[in-house]
Nanobody, 121 residues
Framework: QVQLVESGGGLVQVGDSLRLSCAASRRTYYYMGWFRQAPGKQRTFVAAIHWINGDTDYTDSAKGRFTISRDTDKNTLYLQMNSLKPEDTGVYYC????????????????WGQGTQVTVSS
C-alpha cells in the first residue's frame, strides 16, 4: 500500500496563495487527486492529474485559481492555490488511484492524513 503524506496547509487571508504537497512512498498508481472536506460536509473533489500523460481535471470552483502538478522523479504531487477564498477552507487530502475516474472518491485506493487550510476574511 502506498503511503501518502500531505504538507503545506496553514492559516491565510483572503486572496493569499498556498502550495500543498503530497509525498508518495512509491509509484503504484496511475493518477492522483486532491479532495477537500469542509467542517460537517462530505469530502469533495478538487483536482486530479494523470501520472503518466499529465491530463488534469478540476472542479469548477478551482479552475483558473488552482493548479495541480506532479514531480515524477520525486513521486510528489502539488496543488498551487491562488486567490484563496473562505469557501476553500477545509482539510485537504491527497489520494492515489488506478482507474481514471478522478472525481469519484471511491475510486481512489490510498489516502493521506490530510492538511488543514483555513482562509480567513
Amino acid at each position: 500500500q502506498v503511503q501518502l503524506v500531505e504538507s503545506g496547509g496553514g492559516l491565510v487571508q483572503v486572496g493569499d496563495s498556498l502550495r500543498l504537497s503530497c509525498a508518495a512512498s512509491r509509484r503504484t498508481y496511475y493518477y492522483m487527486g486532491w479532495f477537500r472536506q469542509a467542517p460537517g460536509k462530505q469530502r469533495t473533489f478538487v483536482a486530479a492529474i494523470h501520472w503518466i500523460n499529465g491530463d488534469t481535471d478540476y472542479t469548477d470552483s478551482a479552475k483558473g485559481r488552482f493548479t495541480i502538478s506532479r514531480d515524477t522523479d520525486k513521486n510528489t504531487l502539488y496543488l498551487q492555490m491562488n486567490s484563496l477564498k473562505p469557501e476553500d477552507t477545509g482539510v485537504y487530502y491527497c489520494a492515489a488511484g488506478a482507474n481514471w475516474l478522478p472525481t469519484v472518491a471511491s475510486q481512489y485506493g490510498a489516502w493521506g492524513q490530510g492538511t488543514q487550510v483555513t482562509v480567513s476574511s
